[in-house]
Nanobody
Framework: VQLQASGGGLVQPGGSLTLSCAAS????????MGWYRQAPGKQRELVAI???????KYADSVKGRFTIARDNAKNTVDLQMNSLKPEDTAVYYC????????????????WGQGTQVTVSS
C-alpha cells in the first residue's frame, strides 16, 4: 500500500491550499484517514482525521478553517485549508488505517511521504 500526497506550496497569510492524498495497492478497505503535520523543532501533531463514514475531527487550532473530506471510491483524502496562518507552516503527512484482508479485522497504519506547506508573505 502506498500513499501519495500532493498540493503543498507557498501561500500568503489568509490564503488557501488544498492537499490531496491517494492510496494505492492491494487492500480490502480503509478505516480512518488523516492528516498530521510537523513543524521544525516540533513533534508531529494531528490536524484532522475522517472515518470511513465521513465523520471528521479536527485539532482546535484548525477548526473552522480546515475541512477534511474523502472519496471512498477513489481511496483519496483531501484537506482544504483556508485562512492560513504562518503557524500552519509545516510538513503535512497523510495516513490511512488500512484493512488488508476481508477475513480479518486487523489493520495497518500507512503514511505518505509528506508535503511542505509554507505560509509567508
Amino acid at each position: 500500500v502506498q500513499l501519495q500526497a500532493s498540493g503543498g506550496g507557498l501561500v500568503q497569510p489568509g490564503g488557501s491550499l488544498t492537499l490531496s492524498c491517494a492510496a494505492s495497492g492491494s487492500f480490502f478497505s480503509i478505516n480512518d484517514m488523516g492528516w498530521y503535520r510537523q513543524a521544525p523543532g516540533k513533534q508531529r501533531e494531528l490536524v484532522a482525521i475522517i472515518t470511513s463514514g465521513g465523520v471528521g475531527k479536527y485539532a482546535d487550532s484548525v477548526k473552522g478553517r480546515f475541512t477534511i473530506a474523502r472519496d471512498n471510491a477513489k481511496n483519496t483524502v483531501d484537506l482544504q485549508m483556508n485562512s492560513l496562518k504562518p503557524e500552519d507552516t509545516a510538513v503535512y503527512y497523510c495516513n490511512a488505517d488500512v484493512r488488508t484482508a476481508w477475513h480479518s479485522p486487523r489493520s495497518v497504519l500507512y503514511w505518505g511521504q509528506g508535503t511542505q506547506v509554507t505560509v509567508s508573505s
